[in-house]
């Protein structure tokens, strides 16, 4: 199935300021305006953009009840959930506090939040690369990786105007 289009992105840096070294980021999770909205029930806070393979790093908080449409991963994705419960329609396991998951690339799935759980999910994702979301019979709906949540966390960055250095030293 062919991309029929793309929109351009990048990441807004010059190239001499692009940095490739160490770097450490401090999360607020109590802090809500640091929380970018991902549709009408989830939130994320990013740890890194990755602007060599589009992938990125970022803690994800989502409601009971919430589903993330079914997406493609191109690339490999591993996650640590810290609060909550949540698991794949596809699959027959639950994650709770603790649980690790590895997925290799090519994994194609819809993340659900049990309508009945006691409290938020709220789950560490290092994405290696972009996500194809798709419609059940798997025909293209969106695209997304590190360049576009870089670009939605601008504008929630721009809108609450908190400062964007922060997020300009998230990208390496």
């Given at each position: ?7 351009s992105y ?10 490739r ?8 999770l109590d ?13 994320f ?24 449409p ?7 994705v ?14 027959d396991w639950?994650?709770?506090?603790g649980?690790?998951?590895?997925e ?14 006691d409290e938020p ?6 994405v290696s690369g972009?996500?194809v ?19 939605l ?9 908190l400062d ?9």
């Open positions: 199935m062919p991309v029929s289009a793309f929109a990048d990441d807004g840096l010059a190239t001499s300021d692009r940095r070294d160490h770097f450490i980021t401090d999360l607020d802090d809500d305006r640091l929380w970018i909205p991902y549709g009408d029930t989830a939130w806070q990013p740890c890194r953009f990755d602007v060599t393979t589009g992938g990125f790093t970022a803690v994800l908080k989502a409601l009971p009840g919430t589903v993330v079914k997406h493609y991963h191109v690339s490999t591993q996650g640590w959930t810290l609060q909550g419960s949540w698991g794949y329609r596809e699959h639950l994650a709770g506090a649980t690790f998951i590895f290799p690339s090519g994994e194609s799935h819809t993340l659900v939040v049990p309508e009945d759980a999910a709220i789950i560490l994702f290092i972009g996500l979301f798709t419609d059940d019979e798997g025909n293209f709906a969106a695209y997304e990786d590190g360049f576009t949540l870089l670009e966390a601008r504008e929630h960055y721009g809108s609450k105007g964007l250095g922060r997020l300009d030293a998230l990208i390496r």
